[in-house]
């Protein structure tokens, strides 16, 4: 885990994770970081308090997205009740917002500048 529990609500400032859900969605949080540095972290990087931060930032966003498809499995997007009309979020979209979100929370903390998240050689 990049960021423990103890980080996550000491450091970051959270409260929307319960503590027996955090492992499970920090270590989705992590594997999404690894995908954008390269597994970078888990080839020997040093893991700084910015990464942790991401990944809280990131944690949250996944926590987020299951409480929505909890609330609204359906992906109702929209909906009147006296012409009994319903709009539906189609799953492309969803999963697009989702995916910029989750970005939105990585770029905050490691930016797209940030020697981890280089396409190319990193350490040279």
């Given at each position: 885990?990049?960021?423990?529990?103890?980080?996550?609500?000491?450091?970051?400032?959270?409260?929307?994770?319960?503590?027996?859900?955090?492992?499970?969605?920090?270590?989705?949080?992590?594997?999404?970081?690894?995908?954008?540095?390269?597994?970078?972290?888990?080839?020997?990087?040093?893991?700084?308090?910015?990464?942790?931060?991401?990944?809280?930032?990131?944690?949250?966003?996944?926590?987020?997205?299951?409480e929505t498809q909890t609330a609204n499995p359906a992906g109702i997007k929209a909906e009147s009740v006296g012409g009994q009309s319903v709009t539906y979020e189609d799953a492309v979209s969803s999963a697009a917002r989702y995916d910029?979100?989750?970005?939105?929370?990585?770029?905050?903390?490691?930016?797209?500048?940030?020697?981890?998240?280089?396409?190319?050689?990193?350490?040279?």
């Amino acid at each position: 885990m990049y960021a423990d529990y103890v980080f996550y609500v000491e450091a970051y400032g959270g409260e929307n994770i319960p503590p027996l859900d955090w492992p499970r969605i920090s270590r989705h949080a992590d594997a999404y970081l690894d995908r954008l540095t390269y597994n970078r972290m888990k080839n020997g990087a040093v893991v700084t308090d910015a990464v942790r931060m991401a990944a809280c930032a990131v944690a949250e966003v996944m926590r987020r997205h299951e409480e929505t498809q909890t609330a609204n499995p359906a992906g109702i997007k929209a909906e009147s009740v006296g012409g009994q009309s319903v709009t539906y979020e189609d799953a492309v979209s969803s999963a697009a917002r989702y995916d910029a979100e989750m970005m939105e929370a990585a770029d905050l903390w490691l930016p797209r500048t940030d020697p981890l998240r280089y396409a190319g050689v990193y350490g040279c």
